[in-house]
């Protein structure tokens, strides 16, 4: 009982924190109420027993990405977002595709999701079984994934770096 | 539980020689002085992608599974390491010159260029969604940031900016697909997901999560309606990127489509590969036909040209599967070609990309001409180029599956689209030039590549039997 | 020489020689005069080896000859497998027969870029060549894909005015209409495994095609659409006056004398050799639409103030007759088809000739620009009488022959085809001796005029051997039936019941 | 085949000096040029008497066949010769008069500019005009027949600096080919039903059937469009329009071709085709009437001409109605006499107004002769002969054969024979206006005002023609007196011969005649069963009627004189008080004008403004140029979709997911 | 005692959210941040069938989706600066020079 309760309260602050995020005007309150989210996110994994999954939510996503985030906003110092009406179809196509698709999603997902409900830590995601796995059924992709780091890396020094000033700053195209 | 042993390695050693390669390149950087950089690391990336060729050919003696049912080296896969190799060396042959005419890092570039063949190789050979999703983005992000590499462009940026936003947007839509595949069935492994799907009646979720993996997929190989982002990408990424990415990706993308929806039993596909097949060839050619620039007209053609390729989705497996890996095969060919020409031909910072630009190629540059019409003819599907044979084998294909009507939607747009390529040629043998600036003439590099997807494009033209043959072959070991 | 060997070896040789000297010009010469002189010789090679084929053709034998049937490739099963019987037999011969005089026509209209004209119009040569021997499906089509792209150029890189906008109207008008064959072609495949057209044509008749017999309407029209615009029947014809209009001379000669029987050829070959019940079903609606094109073409042509408007208006009249004797079903009706497809390429070839050489001397084809020419140049004014007469269907001239059996064909057939396609037979003299009275007849108009030259040799080299044909093809036409009929024969066997009403039963 | 006769040199000789004249006739002298065209004319006029004296030799019809030259199924066509009496008669008058009009001609045309071009011309035509005559089946006669039509047009234009003179060959060429299409209609249903078009077997086919079938229609329409055919070539109402035009010729021209050979083609025809039309009583009766109409309208037309050689043409045209008279009532050798010495006087009559027109300078316009018989006696006595002769005047050729259709015509219709006297009398009255005008008088024209075209008019003034042309005159103008005798109705105590020597070709005609006669309505006397036997009974009538015919040509002479000779200022006051239908007859009852109105100008504009503009341009190519748009206009539609806006891009694939996801769901549910 | 349809619908909302910041936000991150979020209802999603699959593999799909963020962040931030420096602008509808 006091699973659901605490389920349903750590929903709504999800859904509070996404719809805030879609509803602020600016950057950083969007970044705020999206860490919102993703705090209480773990809060679910924890409910479903994730307890690993919880953690590295909140230490990475939580904390490395977002704070990434945050610095760039500062960086660029990103204002308040302006009203401007770049795209008709975005309003006469976008939003009601949205809202079809969602409810199809949500349709199907309540009717079809074939099961019960799960007790609380159903599945116990400790860190030893996860290491388990991750280092060998999922060796080749943790590996490759240090590949996609790499790309990642080199991707930011590239493109972050100013273009070399071997014709002055003229911009092409 | 036991340690993988050296022959699963051997089943990743493409992918294993590129990433060696690139770690290379990156190292060398620094090392070399900004004049002669471009060059030396041009050779190494070349030399990387000859020794992934040669890898693959090492693979053809040990086929199977590797790292627990992560990897599966087959026909099928040594197909695409092949090609995806080969592209990533005819990319980096047309690079030479462009590194030196747009001054741009070479280092970087060529380490992306691998690094995403790394992913792309991975791509045609995984069979867990995990790799996949990883191996997809790997490509993609590398693709991403290739797509920005004219930093001085503002157009650029740009289409790397909408290149990135969209194609995570797509990635989400891919990812939760794979989410409900797995609610559906338990499993992420593809041939575990093909089990439980073909035995029982497959659950709803699995109907959505199919549709959530098309439209990641799609938009990777820029079906429509999920095409909208390519022309916008094309035009503003550097053409032997946009060469790259209009291929080696695709191919791989194409792979795991070929692998999800026939070796995975995906239920329920026939009509909706019909469909956007139909869309995708309409709105390409449609879209191509008013164009101005030929990288933006390319790109329709490339969203029509993947209609085609669905076209044998749609048909039965035995003779789609492999009409569609000839065609991969063979557009890779003419299209490499075709941007490799516009790359040479749009000269320092791309300026010359519109028709008109190329008005008097024929006698300003009658080699350069040429080659571009050999490679245009086949992206029409004229006989004796490999386009016409591609052509040919999926529509085929479509009429042993008895989809006539598909054919004549088919065969109606190739009609179609051949009035654009056609105001190419034209432009560039009928019209007199503006200005007769002689083109600058062809570097040994690039005139490599030319010679070599020319001659790719005219022997799957001439000879498309054995490629066909081969491809039969991995089709039915797919089938098993 | 007589050897089995040469006999398969001589349709491939025939073939390919031109393309060979293409790639040969493509390395070689470099002045202009060489270049011209090789594509010559190249083009009278061909030309002389193609005799080979009339000089060791059995005559009264059906079937095809000179077969060379090799596997090429395996998936799909595609063979090179070639061969001419009557039919196609003569088209060849007339195709290296014009090609040298293309040449030679040629010679100095075109100035710029004369090696590419000369590689392209020596790949046209070898892709025309093919559509005529190739008994693959496969084959045929890519030839027949093949001579668009050359065509095209000559006329959109050499030609004058508009030559753009025509060279793209021929290019899409073709290609669009050839798709359908395309996809034809495929269900063919797809349903029977191979593209061996002596395969199929007998699968089809033994009924061994599972679903033929719904999709054969479908076929049918598939195959027809293509040729219909090549040849091009009524509705269709539009781009013909443009490409023609702005087509350099060699262009329109081989455009008017080979290219137009690609369409009536392919009608003869695929669509009744393939489809005979098809075929029967739909003659009537065929005919009538010949019958429009005869009539309205003729019609059409009598008002043009373009020479070569003029010309190519008379091509689809005359093309007309061709196809109204196709579907006529009687054998007089196809031997004369026949021969108006040879008879035409040659009279209107020599016309197109003409026109490009006074062209070369005026630089327009309007025909108020002249007015009596007869005065400067009259050994012109008589072969372009000559000509004119051959085409208008003088008797002992080669118009003669075809236009007299084909409508005795027809009327047998369809008394009511027969007698509205006689009116032809007005008109046609209506349009062209009008346009050779305006031309050379009266007083010199134009003082421009006055000095024009007369004929140089080449010219006449040119001139002669169509003048020289055209009386012979009048006089000794069945040098060429004989070979013909067989063939005919064969093609009719499946329309026997309709074969009982030839004329003379 | 009893012996070879190598019939087919006859033709292929003077095709021999056409080719020689027209490859090298530029370089040859024009004494060369002469000599070549005349050995090879008369080498054929020598083969022809050749052939004439072994014909009693020969087993008739001698046939020689060639080679073949068509086959197409079980049809075939041979170049093969036919010759039996109706050939020959031909055989002999074109080669005869032909020979000589060559040699009048190198008089004629000696000054004349592209002379070897006039002489290539004029075999080519005799190659033509044999070809016709000997040929043994329909289509190598029609060979011939376009031939010939080329040759006209070849000559009518002959002067082509004249833009009058290649209008006119053009129109020859197309009218001709108006009656050809009938020619060969008719020839596809003779393939059809017959199979074939060789005359031998072609007849013997068609002899099977009786006259009563006839009715049936096949053979009448056979029959009325190879009469379509003959009216075209023989200039017959309604396709007469092109003769007159074709005066723009040559003199010699106009005698050869327009007046003794090529317009008797059509008679030939009809007479060849004799077993079809005696078993198609319609078509006989139709021809009949074209004849007789065009007898009469034609030489209303003649009364008021006054270019010389117009009347000469009008009165050609009527004198070609009274053959068709004749054929019309199967009294086809009649008509092949009539065409016998018809060609005779007409051609003499040409040659004469040539050698007239010669010496006054090329004036052509009778107003502005005159009292000429003094000057130039030669060509008046023979001129006068001719006249006679043409006006029927005993004992000339024209009189008999003349009065034998008059005969004829009566025994089938008292129409036919009324119309055929009044028109008698107006030839004799036209051809003596003619006389009066050209001949006596005074001199009223100055020889000095040449016609530019035909430069004869330099200075020195009216003067007799060279020797070369009045040979012939000479010889022509006996054919015209002798050549009547050789058939002396029995009537007039002679017995006929020369219907007796072509009686065995029409002698098949039995069946047919009680069609012929009984057709118009008169039932004609029984006894003039056959042809060739003459009725012993009713000589009186016939002379009765003779007597008849004879006063109509006299009157005629009469009124002439009256009219141009005695009271010159009366026919001006005729002319007046009849006004406007005079203006007509000048104008020749506007027909041409007419033609123009109804056929030629719609045509021409209606295939240019309708066909071509309207259809060619207007509906087909603007359909296509408007689907290109059309093309275009999707294109740019679906570029608005590249609004260039990121959040629309992802609506687009929103909108393209949910789709997507609706479908599948839809399949599962399914 | 959760419906494990709870779960999901949680996750397919936020999923929905993500979708609609980036249809609606002008802004280059916020829009960026949708994404991540739609990630984060993936993931959600991932965690629920794990454990109703009692398949730790889920949980594993995860981190690896994680990682990718990660880099995805890097990369895109990176991209976005990139634009910005070129533009001067973060609002997606200014950021349209290709189009048609």
Request: glycine letters at 8%; one cysteine or more.
């Amino acid at each position: 009982m006091l699973h659901l309760i605490i389920f349903l309260v750590f929903a709504a602050v999800c859904i509070a924190g996404a719809v805030s995020l879609l509803v602020q005007r600016h950057p950083i309150n969007s970044a705020l109420s999206l860490i919102a989210v993703m705090v209480s996110l773990a809060v679910e994994y924890l409910l479903l027993g994730a307890e690993f999954v919880a953690a590295v939510q909140v230490i990475v996503y939580a904390g490395a990405i977002m704070v990434l985030f945050v610095f760039v906003i500062m960086l660029l110092n990103a204002g308040v977002e302006e009203r401007t009406l770049g795209s008709r179809v975005a309003t006469i196509f976008g939003i009601p595709a949205m809202l079809v698709g969602s409810g199809l999603l949500a349709w199907v997902l309540v009717q079809r999701s074939g099961t019960g409900s799960v007790a609380a830590g159903a599945l116990w995601g400790d860190p030893q079984k996860i290491a388990q796995l991750l280092f060998h059924e999922f060796l080749l992709p943790f590996e490759v994934t240090s590949v996609l780091v790499l790309i990642a890396i080199m991707g930011a020094v590239v493109l972050a770096s100013r273009p070399d000033q071997a014709q002055p700053g003229k911009k092409e195209g | 539980m036991n340690t993988p042993q050296g022959v699963e390695y051997i089943r990743i050693l493409p992918e294993i020689v590129l990433s060696v390669f690139g770690m290379a390149i990156m190292l060398l950087d620094p090392l070399l002085d900004d004049r002669r950089a471009p060059r030396l690391l041009g050779v190494v990336a070349l030399v990387g992608s000859f020794a992934a060729l040669a890898a693959t050919l090492l693979q053809t003696q040990s086929p199977g599974l590797a790292f627990w049912g992560m990897v599966k080296v087959d026909s099928f896969s040594i197909f695409f390491h092949f090609l995806i190799t080969a592209i990533t060396a005819v990319v980096v042959l047309t690079s030479f010159e462009y590194m030196e005419v747009q001054k741009i890092h070479a280092g970087e570039y060529y380490g992306l260029v691998l690094f995403g063949a790394v992913g792309m190789c991975l791509m045609s050979s995984a069979v867990e969604l995990v790799l996949i999703f990883i191996a997809l983005e790997i490509s993609s992000i590398s693709t991403y940031i290739l797509a920005g590499f004219r930093q001085r462009a503002a157009i650029s940026s740009e289409s790397s900016l909408k290149y990135f936003l969209l194609g995570s947007f797509a990635t989400a839509f891919f990812l939760y697909g794979v989410a409900l595949m797995f609610g559906a069935t338990g499993s992420t492994s593809i041939s575990l997901i093909g089990q439980s799907l073909s035995q029982s009646p497959a659950p709803l979720l699995a109907y959505a999560g199919i549709a959530f993996m098309f439209v990641g997929l799609g938009f990777k190989v820029a079906a429509a309606p999920f095409h909208i982002w390519t022309p916008d990408v094309y035009e503003g990424a550097p053409s032997p990127v946009v060469g790259f990415m209009s291929t080696a990706p695709k191919a791989a993308v194409f792979a795991v489509l070929l692998r999800i929806l026939f070796e995975a039993h995906a239920p329920g596909r026939l009509w909706l590969i019909w469909i956007v097949a139909a869309l995708s060839m309409t709105l390409g050619n449609i879209g191509a036909l008013v164009q101005s620039n030929v990288k933006r007209l390319l790109a329709y053609s490339s969203i029509a040209h993947a209609g085609y390729l669905l076209v044998a989705f749609a048909a039965l497996p035995a003779n789609g599967i492999p009409a569609a890996m000839f065609y991969t095969a063979s557009y890779a060919a003419m299209n490499v070609g075709a941007f490799a020409v516009i790359s040479h031909f749009a000269g320092s910072g791309e300026r010359l990309v519109t028709l008109e630009d190329y008005a008097g190629l024929g006698k300003r540059s009658p080699l350069l001409a040429a080659t571009l019409t050999i490679f245009l003819l086949s992206l029409i599907g004229i006989p004796m180029t490999g386009g016409f044979f591609a052509k040919f084998y999926v529509f085929s294909a479509a009429l042993q599956a008895n989809l006539p009507g598909l054919v004549i939607v088919g065969v109606l747009n190739s009609a179609v689209a051949a009035y654009y390529y056609l105001r190419l040629i034209v432009v560039m043998y009928m019209r007199d030039a503006r200005e007769d600036a002689p083109v600058s003439r062809i570097p040994l590099a690039m005139g490599t590549a030319l010679v070599i997807t020319v001659f790719a494009t005219v022997y799957l033209g001439v000879l498309p039997g054995r490629i066909l043959e081969y491809a039969a072959q991995s089709a039915n070991e797919l089938m098993r | 020489m007589n050897t089995p060997t040469i006999h398969s070896a001589i349709l491939t040789l025939v073939t390919f020689i031109p393309m060979a000297g293409a790639l040969f010009l493509v390395m070689f010469p470099r002045r202009d005069r060489e270049i011209r002189g090789f594509a010559l010789l190249v083009s009278l090679l061909t030309f002389v080896l193609s005799l080979h084929l009339p000089a060791y053709f059995h005559r009264n034998q059906a079937g095809f000859q000179f077969e060379l049937n090799v596997p090429w490739i395996p998936t799909p099963n595609i063979h090179y497998h070639m061969g001419v019987d009557g039919i196609s037999m003569w088209l060849v011969v007339l195709t290296t027969f014009l090609t040298p005089l293309g040449v030679l026509i040629s010679w100095k209209s075109i100035h710029d870029r004369v090696k590419e004209f000369f590689i392209l119009f020596l790949i046209l040569e070898t892709a025309l060549i093919g559509v005529f021997v190739s008994l693959d499906l496969f084959l045929f089509y890519f030839f027949w894909e093949a001579t668009l792209i050359p065509m095209a150029l000559l006329i959109g890189v050499w030609g004058h005015g508009r030559r753009v906008y025509a060279a793209v109207k021929f290019f899409l008008y073709t290609m669009i209409a050839s798709v359908f064959m395309l996809a034809a072609i495929l269900w063919l495949y797809a349903r029977t495994g191979t593209f061996d057209f002596v395969t199929i044509r007998n699968a089809i008749h033994n009924g061994q095609v599972e679903g033929f017999a719904a999709a054969a309407p479908w076929l049918f029209l598939g195959f027809f659409v293509a040729f219909a615009v090549k040849v091009p029947l009524f509705p269709f014809h539009t781009w013909l006056p443009d490409a023609h209009v702005e087509a350099p001379t060699a262009g329109s000669v081989i455009l008017a004398g080979v290219l137009l029987k690609m369409g009536t050829y392919g009608l003869l070959r695929f669509n009744l050799g393939l489809f005979p019940e098809q075929a029967r079903a739909n003659a009537s609606w065929i005919s009538i639409l010949a019958l429009i094109g005869i009539i309205y073409g003729a019609l059409v042509a009598m008002v043009q103030p373009n020479m070569k408007k003029l010309i190519a208006y008379s091509s689809i009249s005359h093309l007309g007759f061709v196809v109204m004797g196709i579907f006529s079903f009687t054998s007089a009706g196809l031997d004369g088809a026949m021969f108006i497809m040879l008879a035409h390429g040659i009279s209107t070839g020599g016309l197109f000739m003409l026109a490009g050489i006074l062209y070369e001397r005026r630089h327009t084809y309007e025909i108020s620009e002249y007015g009596g020419l007869a005065t400067p140049m009259p050994a012109y004014a008589t072969f372009f009488l000559f000509i004119t007469l051959a085409s208008v269907g003088l008797p002992l001239l080669n118009g003669f022959v075809g236009e007299f059996l084909v409508l005795s064909g027809a009327f047998s057939a369809h008394p009511v085809y027969g007698i509205l396609g006689a009116t032809g037979v007005i008109w046609s003299a209506c349009y062209l001796l009008w346009m050779y009275q305006r031309v050379f007849f009266g007083k010199v108009t134009h003082h421009e005029n006055l000095a024009i030259p007369d004929l140089t040799g080449r010219e006449k080299l040119a001139l002669w051997p169509a003048a020289v044909v055209a009386l012979v093809m009048g006089v000794a036409p069945l040098w060429w039936l004989n070979a013909i009929e067989p063939a005919v024969q064969s093609a009719l066997a499946p329309f026997s019941q309709l074969a009982s009403k030839v004329v003379g039963q | 085949m009893t012996s070879n006769l190598y019939l087919w040199l006859i033709p292929i000789l003077p095709l021999i000096g056409a080719a020689i004249n027209g490859f090298l006739g530029k370089r040859l002298s024009r004494q060369a040029v002469s000599a070549v065209a005349l050995t090879f004319s008369g080498a054929a006029f020598a083969m022809a008497l050749y052939v004439a004296s072994q014909f009693s030799s020969l087993s008739l019809p001698h046939i020689e066949t060639v080679a073949p030259w068509i086959r197409a199924g079980q049809f075939q066509v041979d170049f093969g010769f036919y010759l039996d009496q109706l050939s020959l008669v031909m055989l002999l008058v074109v080669t005869g008069v032909g020979f000589l009009i060559h040699i009048y001609s190198v008089g004629y045309m000696w000054e004349e500019g592209g002379f070897y071009r006039f002489f290539s011309y004029l075999n080519l035509f005799m190659f033509f005009m044999l070809t016709l005559v000997l040929a043994n089946n329909y289509l190598l006669m029609f060979i011939g027949w376009e031939g010939v039509g080329l040759a006209s047009y070849l000559l009518i234009g002959f002067w082509f600096i004249k833009d009058s003179a290649a209008s006119a060959g053009k129109k020859a060429f197309i009218t001709n080919r108006v009656g050809d299409f009938g020619f060969l209609i008719a020839l596809f249903l003779l393939i059809q039903h017959f199979g074939t078009l060789t005359f031998s077997d072609l007849f013997q086919k068609v002899s099977a059937l009786s006259p009563e079938t006839a009715g049936a229609g096949l053979l009448t329409a056979i029959g009325l469009l190879l009469m379509v055919g003959a009216a075209g070539k023989s200039a017959q109402i309604p396709l007469y329009v092109w003769l007159p035009d074709a005066m723009e010729g040559p003199t010699p021209v106009s005698a050869l071709i327009h007046a003794a050979t090529m317009v008797t083609a059509g008679v030939y025809m009809v007479a060849r085709s004799h077993a079809i039309f005696e078993r198609a009583p319609e078509a006989l009766t139709v021809v009949a009437i074209i004849g007789t109409l065009t007898a009469l309208f034609a030489a209303t037309i003649g009364v008021a001409q006054t270019d010389i050689k117009k009347v000469l043409a009008y009165s050609t045209v009527s004198q070609l109605g009274y053959m068709f008279i004749a054929l019309g009532v199967a009294a086809f050798s009649a008509g092949i006499f009539h065409l016998m010495t018809h060609a005779f006087f007409k051609g003499l009559l040409f040659l004469a107004a040539g050698s007239v027109i010669h010496s006054v300078g090329g004036e052509q316009d009778m107003r502005r002769m005159g009292g000429l018989r003094t000057k130039i006696p030669v060509t008046f006595w023979t001129m006068t002969i001719a006249t006679f002769a043409i006006a029927g005047i005993p004992p000339l050729a024209g009189f008999f054969s003349k009065d034998e259709i008059l005969w004829r015509a009566y025994q089938a219709s008292w129409i036919y024979w009324v119309i055929g006297v009044f028109t008698a009398f107006l030839t004799s009255f036209y051809m003596f206006r003619l006389w009066f005008m050209t001949f006596f008088g005074t001199y009223r024209g100055e020889a000095e005002s040449g016609h530019g075209q035909d430069p004869h008019g330099h200075g020195h003034g009216i003067h007799e023609s060279p020797k070369i042309m009045l040979v012939p005159l000479v010889i022509l103008a006996i054919l015209s007196v002798v050549g009547g005798w050789i058939g002396v109705p029995g009537s007039l105590g002679g017995s006929n011969r020369f219907d007796h020597f072509l009686g065995p070709v029409f002698r098949s005609t039995a069946p047919a005649l009680n069609a012929a006669h009984t057709a118009p309505g008169e039932t004609a006397p029984p006894e003039n069963q056959t042809e060739g036997t003459e009725p012993q009974t009713g000589h009186s009538t016939e002379l009765a009627f003779t007597g008849i015919s004879v006063l109509a040509g006299l009157l005629g002479l009469g009124l002439a004189y009256l009219l141009y000779y005695r009271r010159p200022e009366l026919p001006h006051r005729i002319a007046t008080s009849l006004g406007s239908f005079y203006e007509a007859v000048r104008n020749k009852y506007y027909v041409d004008e007419i033609y123009a109105a109804i056929f030629i100008k719609p045509l021409i504009d209606g295939s240019s403004k309708v066909l071509w503009k309207g259809i060619d341009q207007g509906v087909i190519d603007n359909s296509v140029n408007d689907a290109a748009d059309g093309a275009r206009d999707v294109s740019d539609a679906v570029r608005r979709m590249q609004s260039g806006n990121i959040r629309s891009y992802a609506s687009w694939v929103a909108l393209g997911a949910a789709c997507v996801l609706a479908y599948m769901i839809w399949m599962g549910t399914r | 005692m959760v419906p494990l349809s709870y779960y999901l619908v949680l996750s397919g909302i936020l999923f929905a959210c993500g979708v609609t910041g980036f249809i609606i936000k002008r802004n280059i991150i916020t829009i960026f941040m949708s994404i991540e979020l739609m990630l984060n209802g993936v993931n959600l999603s991932f965690v629920a069938f794990a454990a109703n699959w009692k398949a730790l593999s889920g949980q594993v799909f995860v981190f690896f989706v994680m990682v990718v963020a990660a880099a995805e962040a890097a990369v895109g931030l990176a991209i976005i600066i990139a634009v910005y420096r070129n533009r001067e602008t973060l609002n997606v509808d200014r950021v349209n020079l290709l189009k048609l």
